[in-house]
């Protein structure tokens, strides 16, 4: 592994957990830590014994947002260059294999954002979510307008884009942005555990759910329908559908080949 000044990155069995660890700034992205985040997310992804990935942060902060003070005197002409956190800020949202992320404390502007990047957010309690770069006399960068709209819909997107509020997890979770509410002491365990579950799947089967639910949010129903049709056919191509099936006629547990 590269060596990180930005991230922890560990290997859990069958789970990469990655932490943002810039503890004296709530864990700001900056230009460098999106660098390795990409970097990270290369290796995992070559690597075939990886079925999943964890992003976390600390108990107080998940990440509270860019990093103000890389960004605030940058030129416009930087900013169309991508010179700053906007030239890896993607990868997450383009990563094959699954993502969670483990939020708790403050997840805000482009931390928002890249929870919002990866496949569901498992929050603890403590979470704090809110897109507050109105406040800085800006709009959000990496799809704070779009995603979250996408998954709250437009009068609560507009309430935090327009407001800058931040909304705390029971709203977070009855708004649908987070997929499960624990305790704050609870929140990684659960997250590596459902990590866990979803390694032990198949991955080329992990990586076509993936891409179908994805595709629900930017496809129409009916291309959605015929394109997921087609991709349940093609499983019976894969060992792994074989395997699947067997072991539940058999009454045991099924060994996935990622074939
Ligand atoms: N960038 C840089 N540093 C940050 C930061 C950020 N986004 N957020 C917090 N920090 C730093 C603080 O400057 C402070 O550093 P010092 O100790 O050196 O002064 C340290 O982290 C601790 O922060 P606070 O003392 O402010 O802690 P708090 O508990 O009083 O407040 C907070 C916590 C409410 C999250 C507050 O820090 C805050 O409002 N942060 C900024 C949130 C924000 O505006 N995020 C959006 C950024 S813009 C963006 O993300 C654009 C985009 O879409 C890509």
Same mark, same amino acid.
């Given at each position: ?24 700034? /709530? ?8 660098? @390795? ?6 290796? %995992? @992804?070559?690597?075939? !014994? ?21 960004? &605030? ?15 890896? !800020? ?8 699954? %993502?969670?992320?483990? %939020? ?30 109105? &406040? ?25 884009? /327009? ?22 002491? @609870? ?9 866990? @579950? ?13 891409? /179908? %639910? ?46």
């Amino acid at each position: 592994m590269t060596e990180l000044n930005c991230l922890i990155v560990e290997k859990r069995d069958a789970v990469a957990l990655i932490t943002l660890s810039r503890p004296d700034a /709530l864990n700001a992205l900056n230009s460098e830590l999106f660098r @390795e985040l990409a970097i990270t997310l290369d290796q %995992v @992804e070559a690597d075939e !014994s990886i079925g999943a990935i964890v992003i976390t942060g600390s108990d107080r902060a998940f990440a509270a947002g860019a990093d103000i003070g890389e960004m &605030k005197d940058m030129s416009y002409s930087q900013m169309l260059d991508d010179a700053g956190l906007t030239r890896h !800020s993607d990868r997450v949202a383009l990563c094959k294999k699954p %993502v969670i992320a483990a %939020v708790a404390g403050y997840a805000l502007g482009g931390g928002c954002e890249l929870a919002m990047m990866c496949d569901f957010i498992i929050a603890a309690d403590n979470a704090r979510f809110g897109q507050p770069e109105i &406040k800085l006399g800006v709009v959000p960068g990496i799809g704070g307008t779009q995603r979250l709209t996408h998954l709250i819909g437009k009068s609560k997107a507009m309430d935090l884009c /327009l407001t800058g509020r931040m909304m705390d997890v029971d709203e977070a979770e009855r708004a649908g942005l987070v997929a499960r509410v624990v305790p704050l002491d @609870e929140y990684l365990d659960v997250a590596l555990q459902a990590a866990a @579950e979803i390694a032990a799947y198949s991955q080329p089967v992990t990586r076509n759910m993936k891409y /179908l %639910v994805n595709s629900a949010l930017e496809t129409p129903l009916e291309q959605g329908l015929a394109i997921e049709r087609q991709m349940f056919k093609a499983n019976f191509a894969l060992d792994d559908q074989k395997e699947g099936m067997a072991a539940f006629v058999e009454k045991r547990s099924p060994e996935f080949k990622n074939r």
